[in-house]
């Protein structure tokens, strides 16, 4: 099973960056594709970001299109997420998650059930 690590939150303000990785252990790191999702204080979790096992294909839930970044360097086992003009409503823990499949199963609504995840770091954007 896939160890995943999450570092880097913390709190920034409003139209703000702040990068976000995650580091994998116990498996072959190219054999899956990396996410992230994300939940705020009394809210479901959402599906955020996805990347393909060589980084080659993305894909973004559309309120972050344009405004955060996913990407991977299999040489380090890591996965990040780059976010920039941070608003107040993406305020949450940021899961990193770790699965073989690439696919809708990402960000389509369901109960799939995913092979790993991280233990999430905290993202507060302050107006």
């Known amino acids: 099973q896939v160890q995943l690590v999450e570092s880097g939150g913390g709190l920034v303000q409003a139209g703000g960056s702040l990068g976000l990785s995650c580091a994998a252990s116990g498996v072959t790191f190219s054999d899956y594709a990396m996410g992230w999702f994300r939940q705020a204080p009394g809210k479901e979790r959402e599906f955020v970001a996805v990347?393909?096992?060589?980084?080659?294909?993305?894909y973004y839930t559309d309120s972050v299109k344009g405004r955060f970044t996913i990407s991977r360097d299999n040489a380090k086992n890591t996965a990040y997420l780059h976010m920039n003009s941070l608003k107040p409503e993406d305020t949450a823990v940021y899961y990193c998650v770790a699965d073989r499949i690439y696919g809708s199963s990402w960000y389509d609504e369901g109960s799939y059930e995913f092979d790993s995840w991280g233990q999430g770091t905290q993202v507060t954007v302050s107006s």
């Open positions: 990347v393909s096992w060589s980084g080659g294909s993305t």
